[in-house]
């Protein structure tokens, strides 16, 4: 039965930026998630990215820049002794209707048919009302971390009130993989 660990990319593994993160220097990690992702791997989880990247359809980046960004988040979660199993993102703006930009649930519902998993195998990482929003229209639990946007999501009235939440994603992986 697979375990699926999904996550948020921005805010969640990295520093978030409200200029958006354009090139693979502007990619930092934040402290103890490269750790916290091999944690969860050694662990049998198998960890994806599920990521909103509207800089594409901005003219902020293209796509190449977006493949270099994600290699050096994967070389770095790798130099910790983890592996990220797939990156899913949507290159969409806001404006464009798609069905795989969160809070949609299209990209996890993409992840689910990929790995032929349930819902139940599934947990959805996020620091956003629209990660939530999307983990809830799949059907997924829904677990938010503090950084990134975290502490102002944790406020939000659309938040509901059992949602799981942890201050990183290091505290995660040690509920998750003990």
């Not at 505290?171 to 998750?176: D, G, I, P, R």
Request: glycine share 10%; aromatic share 6%; net charge negative.
């Amino acid at each position: 039965m697979p375990r699926l660990i999904v996550l948020d990319r921005d805010g969640v593994i990295n520093h978030d930026s409200d200029d958006y993160i354009k090139h693979p220097d502007e990619w930092q990690a934040i402290a103890g998630s490269p750790q916290a992702i091999a944690r969860l791997t050694q662990a049998g989880w198998r960890a994806i990215v599920a990521t909103n990247q509207s800089g594409v359809s901005r003219g902020l980046y293209d796509l190449a820049t977006l493949g270099e960004i994600h290699k050096k988040m994967c070389a770095t979660i790798e130099r910790a002794g983890g592996h990220i199993d797939a990156i899913f993102f949507c290159p969409h703006g806001p404006a464009d209707g798609c069905g795989c930009r969160k809070p949609r649930p299209g990209m996890l519902i993409e992840i689910l048919d990929r790995y032929g998993a349930g819902v139940e195998e599934m947990i959805f990482v996020g620091d956003q009302i629209r990660d939530l929003q999307a983990a809830q229209a799949a059907g997924c639990r829904f677990i938010l971390v503090l950084t990134g946007k975290g502490q102002q999501c944790a406020t939000d009235p659309l938040l509901p009130p059992d949602t799981e939440i942890f201050p990183d994603l290091a505290t995660v992986a040690e509920a998750l993989a003990p």
